[in-house]
């Protein structure tokens, strides 16, 4: 059944607030932003379509809602915000609309099942850290596009935080602040750190990024070739 119109929290053209029970949710054509955290920790909506009058989503829009597995997203959109989509566990795939300009920190961090996001050309930002703990994710992407360069990063970002988790127990004393310290290899001493292993580790990084750009591996990344 469709949601009905007392569902809607609605001030001007903001949706404030979805108050509803329903699993399926198209939110009405007159909404032009999506409040913050308007659909946040709802735990029974299941797929959400968003009309092309819809400019703008606020952040946290749907914050832990677990068993969101589809949103539509209307061609109006010029930008994710801001952990959007932040532990929504049970999203699978999404693409983004053409107009999107902007995807922010931590949109979809936690999205621990997102296996697809499809990204326009005319995305032009990407936070570091927008797919935080995304490790499944492919992203496909138009070739020479940022969201391709972003996608790049990330495989060879993952590389390397893969290196410095297989390699911990080779150090004695503090691995759990090994991130921290790495940085500030002058003080390596201080933290009973050899530079023989120091030099192990790199070896390790280096070697598997070498690996990754001579095989070609795109196992995160799809190019669309114009």
């Given at each position: 059944a469709a949601a009905s119109a007392s569902d809607f929290l609605i001030e001007?053209?903001?949706l404030t607030k979805y108050r509803g029970t329903d699993e399926r949710v198209t939110i009405p054509d007159t909404v032009e932003v999506v409040?913050?955290?308007?659909?946040?920790?709802?735990?029974?909506?299941?797929?959400?379509v968003v009309p092309k009058s819809v400019k703008r989503m606020d952040a946290y829009v749907f914050w832990g809602c677990d068993n969101l597995e589809e949103v539509v997203l209307g061609k109006g959109l010029t930008a994710v915000d801001e952990y959007a989509f932040a532990g929504c566990t049970g999203l699978k795939q999404i693409t983004i609309p053409e107009n999107v300009q902007s995807i922010d920190a931590q949109a979809f961090a936690g999205c621990t099942n997102l296996t697809d996001i499809y990204i326009p050309d005319t995305v032009t930002s990407i936070a570091d850290d927008a797919f935080l703990n995304?490790?499944?994710v492919t992203i496909h992407a138009d070739e020479g596009s940022v969201a391709a360069k972003f996608a790049q990063k990330l495989a060879v970002d993952q590389i390397v935080i893969s290196a410095?988790?297989?390699l911990l127990?080779?150090?004695?004393?503090?691995?759990?602040?090994i991130f921290d310290v790495l940085p500030r290899l002058s003080c390596s001493a201080k933290k009973n750190f050899h530079l023989l292993r120091i030099f192990v580790l790199f070896?390790?990084?280096?070697?598997?990024?070498?690996?990754f750009f001579q095989h070609g591996d795109r196992a995160h990344i799809q190019i669309h070739q114009h």
């Open positions: 001007g053209s903001t409040g913050e955290s308007a659909f946040e920790n709802n735990q029974k909506v299941q797929l959400v995304c490790d499944n410095f988790h297989a127990p080779q150090f004695d004393h503090c691995p759990e602040q070896q390790q990084i280096f070697t598997g990024i070498s690996a």
